[in-house]
């Protein structure tokens, strides 16, 4: 049982003055220079393209932080990448820093133990969300219960969020794993992703979130969901764990920017912004409750889907779209011709088929591909690196794939978070993310789009004759194709098999 002694984010105010963090936070805002809007309400907005980065803001944070650490994700694997982040998490606890982290339960099956010898640490509590009540019996029992009618298990709590000090939040797309950090060493597939870092008075909207995910009733404390209690000396045990990863070759190159001043990787691309022009918006817990009458309620109570389409219809010039699965379904497709008749430009960049690691998703953007591109949409499908094929229904391991998630309308307002424009997004996982009402913000994502077009990276997507084509610029020479490029029979099986069943509302 865990002797964890966590105490309200709003009465740790014993310490005097700031923290580390806190200071550094001030320093890099200061740094921008003052406007005339006043000191309190500014604060910084950057813009995470590069993985080394995306790594060393939260591990930097994480040195830094002097009160809390709210830590709230999908996937936190227990790979290199991971066991590091852990180490920095497990330090920050060792100084008696106060550290929640809500894991998505789906993805912590099969590591009780690590989560039990955590969770025993008297500053550490961890949570799971949307526990199986089977979980006993491991993935098995994860099966069986959603086959004999806990169809709930199928709604994922979808969000990434990563708060130190309650001034300084990182969200977007990624995970906590080697694929989300450029750590290619075991063959899995490496992800193209971004983050958005909020700094001082913008970080509150992502702590109101978290607050609201940790109180809910489906948030349970791990001891009561997981089987596993800590085995005598199980903390101590993991502590060396922990250490050697730090010592592995593979590390050194994320951990060696950390010897920088935390206020440098803060700075790192900051744009000063006011805090009204920062909107962090989030689906509500409880719209991963069973039951057709939960769906309901939790779209009356709002969502992040609504609020996308929203920004998405307030668009007067053009609209740039990120997204690995793009399933954007009837209202969807209707939403983007009824944009294009207003002579709004509309650019997507998503996965080809060889490149992604969920095949299915793609037979299900097929329903749409030729009524896009009917309608004028510009669309290009990222290439794949180096992979090994091992395609399935749902998903593949190997290659390189994109993972971002994020809009731009009108050159002037963005979204960076974990939505992707698909059914499972809209309707099934609770998912976050922030919109930002600046231009340089705006400017820089809409860069890593173009990056993203580039013919060395994407094929774009075209009708050729009244059929799809893929034109490719090899070496300055055009080349046609009529056929997924550089997917193998298996995947194009398997997106057929996707196209063809009614599977969508699940892609």
């Not at 982290?101 to 500053?123: C, S, V």
């Not at 990863?245 to 060696?256: Q, W």
């Not at 499972?424 to 789009?449: C, D, K, W, Y």
Request: net charge positive; charged share 25%; aromatic share 6%.
């Amino acid at each position: 049982m865990s002797q964890t002694m966590i105490r309200p984010p709003d009465s740790e105010g014993e310490r005097q003055g700031p923290t580390r963090l806190e200071r550094a936070v001030q320093a890099a805002l200061a740094c921008l220079g003052l406007r005339s809007v006043p000191a309190r309400r500014q604060g910084g907005v950057a813009v995470l393209c590069q993985a080394p980065d995306a790594f060393a803001i939260r591990a930097a944070s994480a040195r830094a932080a002097g009160r809390t650490l709210d830590l709230q994700y999908y996937v936190w694997r227990g790979d290199l990448t991971g066991q590091l982040l852990a180490h920095e998490v497990v330090a920050a606890a060792d100084r008696g820093v106060v550290v929640r982290m809500l894991l998505d339960d789906a993805y912590a099956i099969g590591h009780e133990r690590t989560i039990a010898a955590l969770d025993a640490h008297p500053n550490i509590e961890i949570r799971l969300f949307n526990g199986a009540r089977w979980r006993r019996f491991g993935r098995l029992g994860y099966v069986l219960e959603f086959a004999f009618g806990g169809w709930h298990l199928n709604r994922r709590m979808h969000n990434k969020n990563w708060i130190a000090d309650r001034q300084l939040a990182v969200v977007g797309g990624r995970n906590i794993g080697n694929e989300y950090f450029g750590l290619d060493i075991d063959g899995s597939v490496s992800f193209r992703d971004l983050d958005l870092v909020l700094a001082g008075p913008p970080a509150a909207g992502a702590c109101a979130v978290f607050d609201r995910y940790w109180q809910s009733p489906l948030a349970r404390p791990a001891s009561q969901v997981s089987t596993a209690t800590e085995a005598r000396g199980g903390l101590a045990r993991l502590r060396p764990e922990l250490e050697a990863a730090t010592r592995a070759e593979a590390a050194a190159g994320l951990l060696a920017p950390l010897a920088e001043h935390p206020a440098r990787h803060i700075r790192r691309g900051l744009t000063l912004v006011g805090s009204d022009a920062v909107q962090v918006v989030a689906d509500p817990p409880e719209k991963a409750k069973r039951g057709l009458g939960a769906r309901k309620r939790a779209r009356a109570a709002g969502g992040i889907a609504a609020e996308i389409a929203d920004a998405l219809r307030e668009a007067k010039r053009d609209v740039r779209l990120i997204s690995p699965y793009f399933v954007p379904g009837r209202q969807g497709l209707a939403l983007l011709r009824e944009l294009r008749a207003r002579g709004v430009a509309i650019s997507v960049v998503t996965n080809s088929l060889a490149a992604t690691d969920v095949v299915a998703v793609h037979g299900g953007m097929m329903r749409y591909r030729r009524g896009l591109l009917h309608a004028g949409v510009e669309m290009y499908e990222l290439k794949p690196g180096p992979f090994e094929e091992k395609a399935s229904l749902f998903g593949s391991r190997g290659g390189a794939a994109l993972h971002t998630k994020a809009l731009v309308v009108d050159g002037l307002r963005t979204f960076v978070g974990s939505f992707n424009l698909d059914p499972r997004s809209a309707a099934l996982n609770t998912e976050m993310g922030a919109f930002i009402h600046n231009p340089a913000v705006a400017r820089e994502v809409a860069e890593e789009q173009q990056r993203l077009m580039d013919p060395a990276v994407s094929w774009k997507v075209e009708l050729r004759g009244g059929r799809v084509a893929w034109r490719d610029l090899l070496h300055g020479r055009e080349r046609v194709l009529h056929t997924e490029p550089g997917a193998s029979w298996r995947r194009k099986f398997v997106a057929w098999l996707a196209f063809v069943l009614p599977v969508e509302e699940q892609l």
